[in-house]
């Protein structure tokens, strides 16, 4: 079992800044891919960003060039920098961490609420 605990989500204004920090309870170094998605009040829940282990990113198209996918193997953290925010992304945020050893395993955080004022 893997804990993934998320924080650095808040309120801010458009345009604004916000880090999430997603911490594992075990070590990321052979994890496949960590990614973070985020869920809108009646939306489905999409994915945002993703880093593999080869550290190779991969951003939907509506965060491209305004947010940042990073990893720290060290202290087992993976972090979203986001930047130029606008109200479209006000959502819940979840961090995902995606093991394979021959099983797939996935493991996601509680959440963390991000609102961006207009």
């Known amino acids: 079992q893997v804990q993934l605990v998320e924080s650095g989500g808040g309120l801010v204004q458009a345009g604004g800044s916000l880090r999430l920090s997603c911490a594992a309870s075990?070590?990321?170094?052979?994890?496949?891919?960590m990614g973070w998605y985020r869920q809108a009040p009646g939306k489905q829940r999409e994915q945002v960003a993703i880093?593999?282990?080869?550290?190779?990113?991969g951003y939907a198209d509506s965060v491209k060039g305004r947010f940042t996918i990073s990893r720290d193997n060290a202290k087992n953290t993976v972090y979203l920098q986001m930047n130029s925010l606008k109200p479209e992304d006000t959502a819940v945020y979840y961090c995902?961490?995606?093991?394979?050893?021959?099983?797939?395993?996935?493991?996601w955080g509680q959440g963390t609420q991000v609102t961006v004022s207009s």
């Open positions: 995902n961490v995606h093991y394979y050893s021959g099983l797939h395993y996935d493991y």
């Open positions: 075990r070590s990321i170094f052979s994890a496949n891919r």
């Open positions: 880093i593999t282990s080869g550290d190779s990113t």
